[in-house]
């Protein structure tokens, strides 16, 4: 039997059967604005969470918009926070945004321009867009020159095209001009705007120093390149292993023109990448600098000697030992290792190939011994994946994964006939 194209549609997306009978749909595009997304982007945060595919999702400011000027930053203090916090979201999780005077008033990608023109003759024929006095997009009204007034008098309101990918990055002039039926033209409207579509070159003079030998906490430093159109606002760096393989760590916020304090997950050879992101949101890994790490074996790194209590460096070949345990829905670390010293411990749940929980807390030893204890919920305790790790002083010393043990079914016991 042929399948209609809402039975196309729904079966392409599908990917799952749910229990309830209910069908669990993949959404391959998610719009976001500047009203609802703060809520969700924060408990991201809170998890650690990443959008799963930022490719797919795009952010745009349409609720807040003055109907005046798109000039930032807005007069309406509650529109500029509102608008200001997403900017930083979709730059901080790789959303494309596309808003009113585009990001810091700069504006990128490929953006919308609506206008209207009213004339009293003979009607308006044509809106033109236009971009340094070349033309952009034309808007042409329905007309008939046979009749003496050919052409609408009044266009309404007409959405225009503006693909400011094919501007180079500076500033440039936009002019609206209505064309009439007889052929004169009259300036609707002019508006001087900067554009900027291209990411921030390479940092200049990358470089990590340690400032303990053999430790594992570098100081990252660089020099900001010249002559951006949108200024540079912010850096972001990741360390991977120096092979090419193995897991990288999530990427870091830091400083526009740096330093940058970055920790490496333990002894070996590390990669450090930092890149740029100016104030239109245009950042890349593609044009990161990098530099090499190199943390001696059996090194414990850390930053500088400790305190008193539980803030002392351990010595060199202090070990730790972790082993948890699944209390109904409650994940239970136990940590054994030195007398004293700082371990971070946390946990990820995955499931279906997701991380559904994570959790992190920074104990401090005492009597060489210490145990954190993390609440998960109903779906995270019975299914998931957990993982945990700690690390003593900022060196990953040991992780584990939680096995469960199915259960037993427990033998149904007779009950006794009621007397009555």
């Known amino acids: 039997m042929a399948e209609t194209l809402f039975q196309k549609v729904w079966n392409a997306h599908t990917v799952r059967r749910l229990p309830s009978g209910q069908t669990q749909l993949f959404v391959g595009l998610h719009l976001i604005h500047e009203v609802t997304t703060p809520q969700a982007f924060d408990m991201l945060r809170q998890h650690g969470w990443r959008v799963a595919f930022p490719d797919r999702t795009f952010g745009t400011v349409d609720h807040i918009v003055p109907t005046d000027t798109r000039r930032r930053p807005f007069v309406d203090l509650m529109a500029e926070e509102m608008t200001t916090a997403l900017e930083r979201n979709c ?17 990128k990608g490929t953006e919308s321009v609506t206008t209207s023109a009213q004339d009293v003759g003979s009607g308006v024929q044509s ?46 002039t936009l002019t609206l001009v209505a ?15 900067a554009v900027d579509n291209n990411p921030p070159p390479p940092p200049i003079g990358l470089a990590a120093t340690a400032p303990q ?4 906490t570098f100081t990252a430093s660089w020099t900001d390149p010249s002559g951006q159109v949108a200024p540079i606002t ?15 760590s999530a990427l870091t916020a830091a400083p526009a023109a740096g330093p940058a304090t970055v ?17 239109a949101g245009n950042g890349t890994a593609a044009n990161a600098a990098h530099t090499a790490l190199t943390v001696p074996a ?4 850390g930053g500088g000697s400790g305190g008193s209590g539980g803030g002392g460096s351990p010595t060199p070949n202090a070990t730790i030992h972790v082993s948890e345990t699944l209390r109904g829905r409650e994940l239970v670390v136990h940590v054994s290792g030195p007398a004293t010293g700082r371990v971070r411990v946390s946990f990820t749940g995955r499931l279906g190939g997701r991380t559904v929980a994570s959790g992190a807390k920074t104990v401090a030893l005492k009597h060489g011994g210490l145990t954190a204890t993390f609440k998960l919920g109903p779906r995270t305790a019975a299914h998931a994946t957990i993982r945990v790790s700690a690390r003593l002083d900022h060196q990953l010393a040991v992780s584990s994964t939680l096995h469960r043990h199915p259960r037993r079914s427990k033998p149904k016991r007779e009950r006794s006939p009621l007397v009555t």
């Open 127 to 172: 809106i033109v867009l236009a971009a340094d006095g070349q033309p952009i997009e034309t808007y042409n009204a329905s007309c008939n020159f046979t009749f003496a007034q050919p052409c609408p008098l009044s266009t309404g309101a007409q959405t225009l095209t503006l693909a400011t990918t094919g501007l180079s990055d500076g500033t440039h």
């Open 234 to 248: 912010a850096a972001t760096y990741q360390v991977c292993p120096a092979s090419g393989s193995g897991a990288c």
């Open 91 to 107: 730059r901080e999780f790789g959303i494309h945004l596309a808003g009113p005077g585009e990001a810091g008033g700069f504006h």
């Open 298 to 301: 059996g090194s414990l790194g």
């Open 179 to 193: 064309i009439d039926a007889a052929g004169n033209q009259s300036t609707v409207a002019s508006e001087q705007i």
């Open 263 to 279: 920790t490496v997950p333990g002894p070996g050879s590390w990669s450090l990448a930092v890149w740029l992101t100016d104030a």
């Open 213 to 216: 030998v053999g430790g594992s």
